[in-house]
């Protein structure tokens, strides 16, 4: 015959175990960034370029089918899907944020430049853009500041289009334009 008391100290133990399971197995899940968010703190807000300033960037930097664009900070990937349905460019976004891919990817595959684009969730400070023949960003100034001397050990001759945002007076711009109350700016690699 089994003791009662032995029932109730399994039982006790069983849930207890089966507690622990389940805080280490969320502790697990806690360490790994949850598919819709993103790796760590954003380091600007999401703020969509207007098409019309995205056009005028494009435009500045002087795009053709020859070029591929990548976008830092790209959202939901407008500048690269028009890169290439507007301009016939290869082009490449980079976002911190899985949820801005998963638009931009959406976005390419309703413009129907699938073939011509691709998005990555990856942190711009440690992804490869070195491919790029341009690079167009709406990022912060601090931002640019950090990202400025590993833009400028790109490629001569790759161009630079930012909205709004220069890099300060350590790198004085080429060109500014106002489009529409909005400010792009740019600059060729040296």
């Given amino acids: 015959m089994v003791n009662p008391?032995?029932?109730?100290?399994?039982?006790?133990v069983g849930a207890f175990l089966i507690a622990c399971m389940g805080l280490c197995g969320s502790a697990a899940v806690?360490?790994?960034?949850?598919?819709?968010?993103?790796?760590?703190?954003?380091?600007v807000p999401y703020v969509p370029?207007?098409?019309?300033?995205?056009?005028?960037?494009?435009?500045?930097a002087q795009v053709t089918p020859k070029d591929t664009v990548y976008d830092l900070g790209c959202?939901?990937?407008?500048?690269?899907?028009?890169?290439a349905q507007k301009y016939g460019a290869n082009?490449?976004?980079i976002d911190l944020d899985p949820q801005r891919i998963a638009e931009a990817n959406?976005?390419?595959?309703?413009?129907?430049?699938?073939g011509k684009v691709k998005f990555i969730v990856g942190d711009v400070f440690t992804s490869d853009f070195s491919q790029a023949t341009v690079v167009t960003m709406y990022l912060l100034?601090?931002?640019?500041e950090k990202l400025m001397p590993k833009l400028k050990a790109m490629k001569p001759g790759t161009r630079i289009v930012t909205h709004a945002f220069t890099f300060g007076d350590a790198?004085?711009?080429?060109?500014?334009?106002?489009?529409?109350?909005?400010?792009?700016y740019f600059w060729t690699v040296k």
Wanted: no cysteine.
């Fill in 30 to 43: 806690q360490d790994k960034p949850a598919p819709d968010k993103p790796a760590h703190a954003l380091d």
């Fill in 106 to 114: 959406e976005n390419a595959k309703a413009a129907g430049v699938t």
């Fill in 91 to 93: 082009g490449v976004g």
């Fill in 5 to 12: 008391k032995h029932l109730r100290h399994r039982a006790a």
């Fill in 171 to 184: 790198w004085p711009y080429e060109q500014k334009q106002d489009v529409e109350g909005k400010t792009i």
């Fill in 75 to 83: 959202g939901d990937g407008r500048i690269v899907v028009m890169a």
């Fill in 49 to 60: 370029t207007p098409p019309n300033v995205v056009d005028a960037m494009l435009k500045m």
């Fill in 141 to 144: 100034p601090s931002v640019n």
